[in-house]
């Protein structure tokens, strides 16, 4: 798909076909987060993939947004890899890893699949839940899978701010 076109019809998807997906198309998503550009090119980023049943029993159990999807992707990353900046000692990682997970999501939407950015999860109880170490910080969750055949924009999907309305020139 174009990519103009690609990034005005993406939408949050939010109702699943049951099927799985193929592991081919799961890899091909993975390899858009690998060419994410990242700070200092350290690549922190680390994805987890739930793409069983059990999986995603797990996930149900820890976090309400599991959208009854086939599998999900849960992006990270290792904060014991990530850049620091030396000015104030900001963590880089978190920004790292939304590149990433905006890479994964659109190329989720170029495959023709669907997925919903899900960033309302209760971390600790994410980590314990599928054994992540101290040093790995999860950022986004995507229930991820074909859409279903009703599946539409939620009715907010539309509303974005005219560009005057975000955009400061020269100076705040
Ligand atoms: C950082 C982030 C966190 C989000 N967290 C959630 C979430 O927890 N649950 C949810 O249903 N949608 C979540 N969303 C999806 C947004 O609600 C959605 O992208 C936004 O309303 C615009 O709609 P659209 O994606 O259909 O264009 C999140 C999106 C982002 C970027």
């Known amino acids: 798909m174009e990519f103009r076109e690609l990034i005005r019809e993406r939408y949050s998807v939010r109702q699943f076909d049951p ?5 081919e ?5 993975l390899e858009a987060g690998r060419l994410a550009p990242t700070a200092v ?14 999986d995603m029993a797990k996930l ?3 976090n309400k947004y599991t959208l009854h999807a086939p599998m999900a992707l849960v992006v990270c990353y290792d904060r014991t890899v990530s850049w620091k900046r ?10 790292d890893a939304a ?8 190329a989720i939407h170029d ?7 899900v960033g309302y999860f209760d971390p600790e109880t ?15 969750i995507f229930p991820m899978g074909y859409p279903a055949a009703g599946a539409k924009p939620a009715g907010h999907h539309d509303k974005r701010l005219d560009l005057a309305q975000t955009t400061v020139r020269h100076s705040f």
């Not at 090119?41 to 059990?54: G, H």
């Not at 030396?86 to 920004?95: F, L, P, R």
């Not at 994410?126 to 986004?140: E, G, Q, W």
């Open 19 to 23: 099927r799985p997906v193929e592991p």
């Open 25 to 29: 198309l799961v890899d091909k998503v």
């Open 41 to 54: 090119n350290y690549q922190p980023q680390r994805v987890l993939v739930l793409d069983t049943a059990e």
């Open 60 to 62: 149900a159990g820890c």
């Open 86 to 95: 030396s000015y104030d000692g900001h963590d880089m990682g978190e920004v």
């Open 99 to 106: 590149i990433v997970a905006t890479h994964l999501m659109l």
């Open 111 to 117: 495959l023709e699949l669907g997925a919903t950015w």
């Open 126 to 140: 994410l980590k314990s839940t599928f054994c992540m170490p101290d040093s790995i910080v999860p950022v986004a």
